[in-house]
C-alpha cells in the first residue's frame, strides 16, 4: 500500500518555473515507478513524466521534454517534478501516481494516485 500527498502548486506567470513535491508513505516505496499526470478542465487526464523504480530511467511527454524533471528520493520517499519555462497550457491538476517497478505513461497502469495540486499559468 502507497499514500500519495501533492504539494507545490500554485500560480505563475509564463516563463516562470515551479517545483512539484509527491511524499509518499509505505514501506516498499522503492519497489514503486513513480508517474505525474496532469488534467487540465474538460480534457482527459495525460502523462507528463515518470522515472523507474531505481531512478536508472525517465520519461516525458513530447509536450514537456526539455523543460520538466523528474526525479526521486528513496531515503526521504519523495518525487519531484521541476517545471521550468511554463505556459498558459500547462494549465492543470497535476497528479502523482505509483505502479510496480516500471513506469508507463497509461493513468490505468497505475495503482494508487495523489488527491492533486493546481498549477495555474497566467499568460
Known amino acids: 500500500q502507497v499514500q500519495l500527498v501533492e504539494s507545490g502548486g500554485g500560480l505563475v506567470q509564463a516563463g516562470d518555473s515551479l517545483r512539484l513535491s509527491c511524499a509518499a508513505s509505505g514501506r516498499t516505496f522503492s519497489r514503486y515507478a513513480l508517474g505525474w499526470f496532469r488534467q487540465a478542465p474538460g480534457k482527459e487526464r495525460e502523462f507528463v513524466a515518470a522515472t523507474t523504480w531505481d531512478a536508472f530511467s525517465t520519461y516525458y511527454a513530447d509536450s514537456v521534454k526539455g523543460r520538466f524533471t523528474v526525479s526521486r528520493d528513496n531515503t526521504k520517499n519523495t518525487v519531484s517534478l521541476q517545471m521550468n519555462s511554463l505556459k498558459p497550457e500547462d494549465t492543470a491538476v497535476y497528479y502523482c501516481?505509483?505502479?510496480?517497478?516500471?513506469?508507463?505513461?497509461?493513468?490505468?497502469?497505475?495503482?494508487?494516485w495523489g488527491q492533486g495540486t493546481q498549477v495555474t499559468v497566467s499568460s
Open positions: 501516481a505509483a505502479r510496480p517497478n516500471y513506469g508507463s505513461s497509461r493513468p490505468s497502469e497505475y495503482d494508487y
